[in-house]
């Protein structure tokens, strides 16, 4: 029988997992890393952090110079990290790209009594992008309003525009829970009670609404809250697996205060080896064949027990 969770007794999560395997990956060093790549999983470290967000920032651009009016594409990027927006806004400006047949697609946003929150909701995922990237960009070189798709309360809507054009890069960042958007672990009952949710299950999930685990909404509140909890939502929507196969490229970045030395380990020795749990749901991305893990160097820190 699997172990109950260290952190949230009703859900699964990553504490769930074999001491064995926790301890391997607080084991390995910078050097351990780069030797997990193979085929289809790609490691790439930055020295400093501008040269983190430009590189992240350059896959908006690389993708968007690949559009055409009859080949439409475009990627998909997240609200966490969050450093590369601007930069994305800047160099469309200054290189004069047009994104008059781009794409872009928000992974996930907020859902509060059941509806998609509006952008006045301090903590809108769709707020932000606008802000930091969107509303930055000059007019005569916009994205048209109708090719900027933002999961809402039409969830149908959202998935068929998925099929509107390629997805060259699907980027993301890793929560605390070890989730690529909002892709949580599933709670601990009815048919999951003695085992989570088995990745070929998984796998099969698009775009949904879904609760969100309570470290997942401790991370938000310290990340972009100020540690408020009590504005932080329970609820969100989220792409899923279906939409995140529908693109060519999935590319995770770990600036380091998304999640820890031991988790960013974790999930890197996972994907490269192939051992799948929904219980860590990004651990499904080693059956996806492009993926490429980015990570700022000096963040990486070290699994060590240190007293403070």
């Not at 450093?83 to 859902?111: T, Y």
């Amino acid at each position: 029988m699997r172990k109950i969770s260290k952190l949230a007794p009703e859900w699964w999560d990553y504490t769930t997992l074999d001491k064995e395997l926790l301890d391997e990956a607080a084991s390995l060093n910078e050097k351990d890393l780069q030797n997990l790549e193979r085929d289809g999983f790609a490691i790439r470290f930055y020295d400093t952090i501008e040269d983190f967000y430009l590189a992240e920032a350059l896959e908006y651009i690389t993708a968007w110079k690949q559009t055409t009016e009859e080949n439409p594409a475009g990627l998909c990027g997240p609200i966490g990290p969050t450093g590369q927006l601007p930069l994305v806004a800047r160099m469309v400006n200054e290189l004069g790209i047009s994104l008059k047949h781009c794409h872009f697609w928000s992974m996930d946003d907020w859902i509060v009594d059941g509806k998609v929150v509006s952008t006045d909701f301090p903590l809108s995922f769709e707020r932000a992008v606008m802000a930091l990237c969107f509303s930055r960009i000059k007019q005569e070189l916009a994205i048209p309003e109708e090719n900027l798709h933002f999961p809402g309360d039409n969830i149908d809507e959202f998935t068929q525009s998925w099929d509107k054009a390629r997805c060259i890069v699907m980027q993301g960042g890793q929560g605390e829970v070890k989730h690529w958007a909002f892709n949580e672990p599933v709670r601990r009952e009815g048919a999951y009670k003695d085992e989570p949710m088995s990745p070929e299950e998984y796998r099969k999930i698009g775009t949904r609404i879904i609760n969100l685990h309570p470290l997942t909404m401790m991370q938000n509140a310290r990340t972009s809250g100020g540690g408020m909890i009590q504005n932080v939502p329970h609820q969100a929507v989220t792409l899923g697996p279906v939409e995140t196969w529908k693109a060519e490229k999935v590319s995770i970045w770990h600036p380091g205060h998304h999640d820890n030395p031991l988790g960013m380990r974790l999930t890197t020795l996972m994907i490269s080896k192939g051992y799948i749990d929904s219980s860590v749901p990004i651990s499904l991305l080693a059956d996806h064949p492009n993926v490429q893990f980015n990570f700022y160097r000096p963040a990486l820190g070290e699994c060590a027990v240190e007293m403070h």
